[in-house]
């Protein structure tokens, strides 16, 4: 069964506190790894998309990482402002997208 | 751009009721999404399309779903009759897919709440 599974479910960050979070993945054929950032009432905000094993991408304070079973995303030094719910999606075959429930992220000052 | 367009923003309707979510595009692009998303199960794909033309709707729970788009800037997700297990936050996304790049730009969501 295709499946994306996210943990932790949530997590508190000190600012500064770097930390990861992981995203694994069951999908045959996939064609990219995705990553969003969702803020409370609003809809998901395209951040990277990988699509080789090995590929690494970054964006001021995060870096997202692919391997052939899971994907991370990293976060130096946090900021308050990135307290957020991040979401990883697996694109298959055709433009058919599979999303974790996502992490919670608060960074506390 | 304004960017992807929902409306309405909030929905409180009665058990039974027909429900029409409204959705347009970003001018140019060529594919649309409807997801559904609850605590529960996330972000869930219910339909797409590829040039107003329906692709894969194999995510519609039920045939009280249905989607159109008529034309390139404007689709509906109508739901007849509805239940209160249809109660979620309802995104449309569009995107424009060129050299198998698909990032997918989401609208702000419509809240329905079936009572």
Redesign the interface.
């Given at each position: 069964e295709d499946q994306v599974t996210q943990s932790p479910e949530a997590l508190r960050l000190q600012e500064g506190e770097s930390s990861s979070l992981n995203c694994s993945y069951t999908v045959s054929g996939l064609?990219?790894l995705?990553w969003?950032r969702q803020d409370p009432?609003?809809?998901?905000?395209?951040l990277f998309?990988l699509y080789s094993a090995g590929e690494e991408k970054e964006k001021e304070r995060l870096k997202a990482t692919l391997t052939k079973k899971e994907s991370f995303l990293h976060i130096t030094a946090p900021k308050p402002e990135d307290s957020a719910t991040y979401?990883c999606?697996a694109?298959k075959g055709?433009?058919?997208?599979?999303?974790?429930?996502?992490t919670s992220l608060t960074v506390i000052p | 751009d304004a960017g992807?367009i929902q409306s309405p923003r909030h929905e409180v309707t009665e058990m039974g009721q027909e429900v029409t979510l409204r959705c347009k595009p970003i001018s140019g692009h060529d594919?649309l999404?409807w997801?559904r998303q609850t605590m529960m199960?996330?972000?869930?794909?219910l339909i797409?399309f590829?040039n107003n033309v329906p692709?894969?709707d194999s995510g519609m729970p039920e045939d009280r779903f249905s989607a159109k788009m008529p034309n390139a800037s404007f689709s509906t997700l109508k739901i007849q009759p509805s239940e209160p297990r249809d109660s979620a936050v309802y995104?449309c996304?569009s995107s424009l897919?060129r050299g198998?790049?698909?990032?997918?730009?989401?609208?702000?969501?419509t809240r329905l709440t079936v009572l």
């Open positions: 064609r990219g995705f969003y009432g609003k809809g998901p905000e395209f998309t979401l999606a694109q055709g433009n058919q997208f599979y999303f974790g429930t996502g | 992807v594919y999404f997801y199960r996330g972000l869930e794909l797409y590829n692709i894969d995104f996304a897919v198998g790049h698909n990032e997918q730009f989401f609208g702000p969501g």
